[in-house]
């Protein structure tokens, strides 16, 4: 249940945090310290061993998911686990690439996929009846594969809510 406080309530606690303040005082300095928000969060060893395994098995599990959807032999397998600024990131990704941007829940946090488009056309000609093995110039998605490929990342985030 809410009160709701009249005018000389109001009046009443202002005037109380106003005499709480005790004139001439001046406020101690707070200690300051530089701060490099680029190392700030930097994983433990441990934390990375832990990130390491879950992509594992993350890869693992979608080479299995992305074989029997695309219905060919898929292998997957991890490369290398790295902690990297946005900065950094966005430093790192192509021109021309996918990237499609997932909303974690609970955490209410963001993330990035990032699929190199040497790697999205031959899965679209896998999944239009191709063989997936002809070699595409990059170039922009149409409407069509981006909507073939928005499949794919359905499977990619199915996974990654499995896996984590």
Not at 20 to 25: A, I
Not at 50 to 65: K, P
Not at 68 to 94: D, K, T, W
Not at 130 to 157: A, C, H, K, N, S
Request: some cysteine; hydrophobic content about 40%; overall charge negative.
């Amino acid at each position: 249940m809410s009160k709701v406080l009249n005018q000389e309530e109001i009046d009443a606690l202002f005037s109380a945090a106003q005499q709480s303040r005790k004139p001439g005082v001046v406020e101690s300095r707070r200690k300051v310290e530089k701060c490099d928000l680029g190392r700030s969060n930097i994983l433990t060893s441990d934390q990375v061993r832990g990130v390491t395994t879950l992509h594992e098995g993350l890869a693992r599990r979608l080479g299995g998911s992305m074989g029997a959807y695309l219905r060919v032999g898929f292998e997957m397998n991890l490369v290398s686990a790295e902690q990297l600024s946005y900065g950094e990131f966005l430093g790192r990704v192509p021109e021309l690439t996918y990237l499609a941007s997932l909303r974690i829940l609970p955490l209410d946090a963001r993330a990035i996929i990032q699929v190199d488009l040497s790697l999205v056309f031959p899965i679209v000609d896998l999944v239009l009846g191709g063989t997936g093995g002809e070699l595409i110039e990059p170039r922009d998605l149409t409407e069509i594969e981006e909507e073939i490929f928005q499949m794919v990342v359905t499977i990619i985030t199915a996974d990654l809510q499995t896996t984590w």
